[in-house]
């Protein structure tokens, strides 16, 4: 090529997808923006790495996410930049490692854990999670508030019902570790509305046990930063297992 080209790796949480509609509008030549190639899968990416960086380039700083995090990889040109580094682990040495066990967090709703309990922990057996947290409570109507989706909150009327439900009576909150831990568990559960969920799946355990948007049965972390924040609020005390490390870095 006759113009130098920058080559970046890149991890962050679900990099591919993320990294992919970021791109999605970019034009070549519109607006002074780059030509751009993005590395489509992990194995492609992993070759391509290799091919550009070496062992020592190929570092990332500790207080990084680790849940469903991927390294992908994008050239830009024409543009250059300069090259820094840090003291950090190795990414070869994080690739080759494979998935990490992570935490969730899962609240069983008023009215549904009293009565479907032994085969939720019997799913979540065959699901591979292992129980690491349990705490019967009742829910105050801040703590329920801060359980609802963005869109939510901006609804008074949706906020005083879901809390009106959520206080009704005791839940059960459940610490869960597994590797991926948060994205399966929400794929376990479903969308938020259990009449989609029994039309998309009605396996899905919304769809089994929810009646409405607002009686869903169930409450999952929905992201890596909120199951830790998640953790932190429901079991300030700690968990009954050794913390894993994607915790422990985000108490840092």
Known sequence: MSNPVLVCALRGI???????????GWAPGRDSLPWVLMALTPEVTFRQAILFFTEADLVTGKACFHL????????FSPLVGESW?????????YLQAGAQVLCTVL????????RRLPGILRNLHLEKFSVVGMKHLQLEAAAAAALLPCEVQQDPAAVEAHCT????????????QRPNAVKKLLDLLGPEDPQLAQAL???LWRAQYGTS??????YGSRSYPMAVRD?????PEGLCCAQCQTVQEQEV
């Open 165 to 176: 439900y959520l206080t009704s009576g005791t839940a059960l909150v459940l610490c869960l």
């Open 231 to 235: 953790v932190k609020l429901f079991f």
């Open 85 to 93: 580094r840090c003291q950090a682990e190795s990414l070869f040495s």
């Open 213 to 218: 948007t607002v009686q869903n049965g169930f």
């Open 14 to 24: 679900d990099a591919f997808r993320a990294l992919g509609a970021a791109l999605k």
């Open 107 to 114: 609240l069983i709703k008023p009215g549904v854990w009293s």
């Open 201 to 203: 799946d009605p396996c």
């Open 68 to 75: 469903q995090t991927k390294l992908t990889q994008i050239c």
